[in-house]
């Protein structure tokens, strides 16, 4: 009942910028924490940032410095700078979501995710 859909992914050169967005739609009452997450071929998906419903940043030391995260809460949309981009950064970024329905059941969802390629 709650769809993410993202956007922004592509190839891009090593210490090129790129930006994902990551709409929430549906029966949506509240939503706490956004955020993204990147699954390398062969690796574990991990956190790359959160933003908390509070305000918070949460990021991942691998990102700290180049990536800033960002979220418009009227248009339940989170965003991800991505600058400095390195070939390691190279993943299918998804993003994540979760929070509380109109009929005040709890959610979580995951987008479908976008390619991010960084050529060296």
């Known amino acids: 009942q709650v769809q993410l859909v993202e956007s922004g992914g592509g190839l891009v050169q090593a210490g090129g910028s790129l930006r994902l967005s990551c709409a929430a739609s549906?029966?949506?009452?509240?939503?706490?924490?956004m955020g993204w997450y990147r699954q390398a071929p062969g690796k574990q998906r991990e956190l790359v940032a959160v933003?908390?419903?509070?305000?918070?940043?949460v990021y991942a030391d691998s990102v700290k410095g180049r990536f800033t995260i960002s979220r418009d809460n009227a248009k339940n949309t989170v965003y991800l700078q991505m600058n400095s981009l390195k070939p390691e950064d190279t993943a299918v970024y998804y993003c994540?979501?979760?929070?509380?329905?109109?009929?005040?059941?709890?959610?979580?969802?995951w987008g479908q995710g976008t390619q991010v390629t960084v050529s060296s």
């Open positions: 994540n979501a979760d929070g509380t329905t109109d009929r005040l059941r709890p959610f979580g969802s």
């Open positions: 549906g029966s949506i009452r509240s939503i706490n924490d």
């Open positions: 933003f908390t419903s509070g305000g918070r940043t």
